[in-house]
């Protein structure tokens, strides 16, 4: 059964580019509602430590390098079926096939600095959003 929670980055090259208050703007106004939020940095071991499941990938290093250049914000989101919801609010993983509208298509820079994280299963989103807040972050 899909629960309620998601957890997304906001990915380097967004907040470089100075896009966190639009992509906050379109996720508020898809109706998630922002549970737990911080502004932080992922250093090279938290990175490698995140993304762990694509470790055999051959783009896994420079990922790591990528999300470990920068600060990035990360938060819990809450709505019914989260999960699904939102990787169809940041479309698709190469903004060049991601759909019109979606926050990829409008943020995104490339496959790999493509603006936005989202998780793939109530499973991940649970172990995601324990890795980046304590229970006494969350404000449900
Ligand atoms: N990625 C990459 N090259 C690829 C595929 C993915 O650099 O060919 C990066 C990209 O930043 C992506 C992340 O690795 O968001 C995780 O990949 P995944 O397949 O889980 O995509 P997502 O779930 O983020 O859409
Ligand atoms: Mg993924």
Known sequence: ??????FTMI?????????????LKMINEDGFKIVAMKYTKLSKEQASAFYEVHKERPFYGELVDYMSSGPIVAAILEKENAVEDFRKLIGS???????????????????????????????NAKIEGDFHFKATEIFA
């Open 1 to 6: 059964m899909a629960t309620n929670r998601t």
């Open 11 to 23: 990915k380097p090259d967004a907040v470089e580019k100075n896009y966190i208050g639009g992509i």
């Open 93 to 123: 993983t190469n903004p060049a096939d991601a759909a019109e509208g979606t926050i990829r298509k409008i943020y995104a820079a490339s496959i790999q600095a493509n603006a936005v994280h989202g998780s793939d299963s109530d499973e």
